[in-house]
């Protein structure tokens, strides 16, 4: 195991690259970006709008994949007040809200006047894929992300709406099995945020193919028929979190600071993925298994955005990444039906014990791994 120099992310992220001078994929990603000429990027956004804007009439002429958070407001922006473009936001329900995420979904539809179609999933197949995906896989919201990336598209093709606009394309950014940079979208499946795992593992007497029609990607035939044209917005303007969260923040959209209905444990920023209680419980398995989550993620970022040092992002790490919010995991484990101590059973099972180590009752990173950390660079025995 190995730590980038530059930021605070580890070669344990599955498909990390490191070059030469130990400094992971997504550092140069970001210097890459930097270098980008916008002005073209953004003629070519245009001529792309051009192209669809009213090609169903008065019907809608674009597609949104959207959840509400400050992406969303940026991405709705961008392609109604700054391309003049007609779209339909599609978004699939969460399983709990907060009352934070209500209040800006609303918000987003009112604020800019746009229609919203929401595919609330089958409650009972969810708990039990989310079962099955907690113990088989260490990764509990497989089916609920799969439908995430699946039901837009599928939308897309039964309404005639070719062009589907996502946020960033997180394989470039942030590492991935996809990282050639490309404004096409069509790869987005195989981003690795939902394992290739195939539909036979998860079905049984009790959930068959008919009960899982959302997570089902449109076929190639299909596809074609309408010319399907998902693109990432990421590719054609400059993509930061942050400023996206500002941004939103001027036209109503408010994070868990503004209105203090919860400070998350384990987090760096309480301004991102607000808007479900207990999703994120997936993202915190990233630390059992690979040695870090989302503050590592967070800091990184930063990072490279000169909006915190190498060293703050050490001590930030080695603070809060471990740490599982209760009330998150409670709320996880309420939708499921799911005893807290079988959990942690299944927590012990993922865990990489070249890596970390219990202390105190809870998993952190073994002290040379946290020397690593420290330095930058290879973890010593």
Known sequence: MRYCTKCVMPDTRPYMKFDEHD???PCRAAEHVKKTDWKTRWKELEELADKYRGMNGDYYDCMITASGGKDSYYQTHIMKEKLDMNPLIVSVDNFTWTQTGHHNWDNLRTEFGVDAHVMSLNPKVCKNLFRKALERLGSPTWYFDKAIYAYPLQMAVKLNLPLVIYGEDTNFLYGGPNTEETPSAMKQITNDVVKPVPWDVWLDDTVTMKDVNPGNFPTEAEIKKVKLTPIFLSYFVPWNGYKNMQFARTRGFKTLDDTGEWKREGFLEQYDQIDSLGYLTHTWFKFPKFGHQRVTEVASLYIRDGMMTRSEAVEKV???DWKLDRRMMTDFLNFISYKEADFWKVVDKFANRDIIEKRDGHWRLK???????????????
């Not at 002290?367 to 025995?381: C, D, H, S």
């Open 23 to 25: 400094i992971c994929y």
């Open 318 to 320: 080695l603070a809060e």
């Open 367 to 381: 002290k040379n791994v946290e020397a690593a950390l420290r330095t930058g660079g290879a973890v010593t025995p």
